[in-house]
């Protein structure tokens, strides 16, 4: 079972940490809210390795069943995998080759504001927030919590929907039931 979580963990850090390094190289085009959606479908998709990885246990491992307890544990194995690579690609990505991200997005941020006739106090406010958040980002701890935040609940749901799907008890070949 363990090696079934680290080979499925990291194919899926793999899929999700090469589309978000690709996704940055045009991240503050005129697509971004695509480029978000492409990463949060990405995330999805690296995280079906979930279903995957459970049925294989399950049918390969396990003669058949699997507790969802079991199914779960299995996918919050591979999401703290491969939401630990993506953490850690992106703070290479962020102090190595985008430091002025956080800049970037707050000035893109504005400047939607702007155009979608924000008020100045609106504006000042927003402004005054980013340049807060912008302080937290820099530290590494942060910046590695917030980065968090954005994989994790999504490998979470996907374990829970996994494990509620795919669990199967053991059934007593002579009575019929579990």
Request: charged share 15%; glycine share 8%; aromatic share 14%.
């Amino acid at each position: 079972m363990k090696k079934l979580i680290v080979i499925y963990g990291l194919i899926a850090g793999l899929i999700v940490t090469s589309w978000m390094i690709i996704g940055m190289t045009n991240l503050f085009g005129s697509h971004i809210q695509g480029s978000l959606l492409l990463g949060y479908s990405t995330m999805l998709v690296a995280f079906s390795l979930v279903f995957v990885s459970v049925k294989t246990y399950r049918d390969k491992q396990n003669n058949g069943t699997i507790t969802f307890g079991k199914a779960f544990q299995i996918g919050i194995f591979i999401t703290l995998i491969a939401s630990s690579i993506y953490v850690l690609v992106w703070l290479v990505d962020y102090y190595y080759f985008t430091p002025d991200f956080f800049e970037k997005y707050s000035a893109h941020e504005i400047a939607k504001m702007k155009a979608a006739g924000a008020s100045a106090a609106e504006i000042q406010k927003q402004t005054a927030a980013n340049e807060s958040y912008g302080k937290l980002y820099r530290n590494p701890f942060y910046n590695a919590m917030f980065t968090y935040m954005e994989i994790l609940p999504v490998g979470l749901l996907v374990s829970l929907v996994a494990a509620l799907v795919l669990k199967r008890k053991r059934v007593n070949p002579i009575a019929g039931q579990a």
